[in-house]
């Protein structure tokens, strides 16, 4: 059993999404006060994951969350690199987010925002090429979210602005369509992605599958929710 469009559904209310933005802008803003390049660099090098600082063996990886050696997981989802890297990441939050959040509620689409964030940065910290490399932003989350949404609204339609020489036209195309091109488009950075910069691409992938299988796994739950309401 599928979700319905999730714009026909009555609204709930939504404050993880909204809140989520304000706390990426907030420290986007914070980052760009600071006084020069290298107290910038220092703050993303103490609050982004870092690759090469994961536990070797699985002792240390079941003492790694009570040492806090995890918590830059969680906090390179807050910090972004540039205002393009921010305002990218919070375009497509905003669009899945808010659907994905009035459907599973706020507390448990803040776990999906969270642990799919974390993960695709364990799987980026593990894939680099290179150690000691910071690893920021909140992509590998957003795409959670998306994986998420696909999961829950597999027939939903977004709306689009499509230009056509001299006019925009407003379409509605299906959101599996424009889902499967982001997705494509991830599999070909993966691949050609050092020619764009160091972009953790895998991670992306990683959240996405993360979210798809989140959501699947939560759909039963989210579906007596949506009863209640």
Same mark, same amino acid.
């Given at each position: 059993?599928?979700?319905?469009?999730?714009?026909?559904?009555?609204?709930?209310? !939504?404050?993880?999404?909204?809140?989520?933005? $304000?706390?990426?802008?907030?420290?986007?803003? +914070?980052? /760009?006060?600071?006084?020069?390049?290298?107290?910038?660099?220092?703050?993303?090098?103490?609050?982004?994951? /870092?690759?090469?600082?994961?536990?070797?063996?699985?002792?240390?990886? @079941?003492?790694?969350?009570?040492?806090?050696?995890?918590?830059?997981?969680?906090?390179?989802?807050?910090?972004?690199?540039? +205002?393009?890297?921010?305002?990218?990441? $919070?375009?497509?939050?905003?669009?899945?987010?808010?659907?994905?959040?009035?459907? @599973?509620?706020?507390?448990?689409?803040?776990?999906?925002?969270?642990?799919?964030? &974390?993960?695709?940065?364990?799987?980026? &910290?593990?894939?680099?090429?290179?150690?000691?490399?910071?690893?920021?932003?909140?992509?590998?989350?957003?795409? &959670?979210?998306?994986?998420?949404?696909?999961?829950?609204?597999?027939?939903? !339609?977004?709306?689009?602005?499509?230009?056509?020489?001299?006019? @925009?036209?407003?379409?509605?195309?299906?959101?599996?369509?424009?889902?499967?091109? +982001?997705?494509?488009?991830?599999?070909?950075?993966?691949? /050609?992605?050092?020619?764009?910069?160091?972009?953790?691409? +895998?991670?992306? $992938?990683?959240?996405?599958?993360?979210?798809? /299988?989140?959501?699947?796994?939560?759909?039963?739950?989210?579906? !007596?929710?949506?009863? !209640?309401?």
């Amino acid at each position: 059993m599928f979700l319905g469009d999730p714009s026909r559904r009555r609204p709930q209310r !939504r404050w993880a999404t909204p809140l989520l933005v $304000l706390l990426q802008s907030g420290v986007f803003v +914070w980052l /760009v006060l600071l006084p020069d390049l290298g107290a910038r660099q220092a703050a993303l090098s103490r609050w982004g994951a /870092v690759s090469g600082a994961l536990p070797d063996r699985l002792v240390e990886w @079941m003492s790694a969350p009570l040492d806090g050696r995890f918590m830059g997981l969680f906090t390179a989802l807050f910090m972004h690199a540039d +205002w393009s890297h921010l305002l990218g990441n $919070l375009l497509f939050l905003l669009i899945f987010g808010l659907s994905s959040e009035r459907a @599973m509620g706020a507390p448990r689409f803040l776990v999906l925002f969270l642990l799919g964030g &974390a993960f695709a940065n364990v799987v980026a &910290a593990l894939l680099m090429d290179s150690p000691n490399r910071v690893i920021v932003g909140s992509s590998g989350a957003v795409s &959670a979210v998306i994986g998420a949404y696909l999961a829950l609204f597999p027939r939903a !339609r977004l709306g689009i602005v499509v230009p056509l020489g001299l006019f @925009m036209e407003f379409v509605r195309a299906p959101a599996s369509l424009l889902i499967g091109i +982001w997705a494509l488009l991830q599999v070909i950075f993966t691949f /050609v992605g050092p020619a764009f910069g160091a972009v953790a691409w +895998w991670a992306h $992938l990683a959240g996405f599958a993360f979210g798809v /299988v989140f959501a699947l796994l939560a759909r039963p739950a989210i579906a !007596r929710r949506l009863r !209640r309401g």
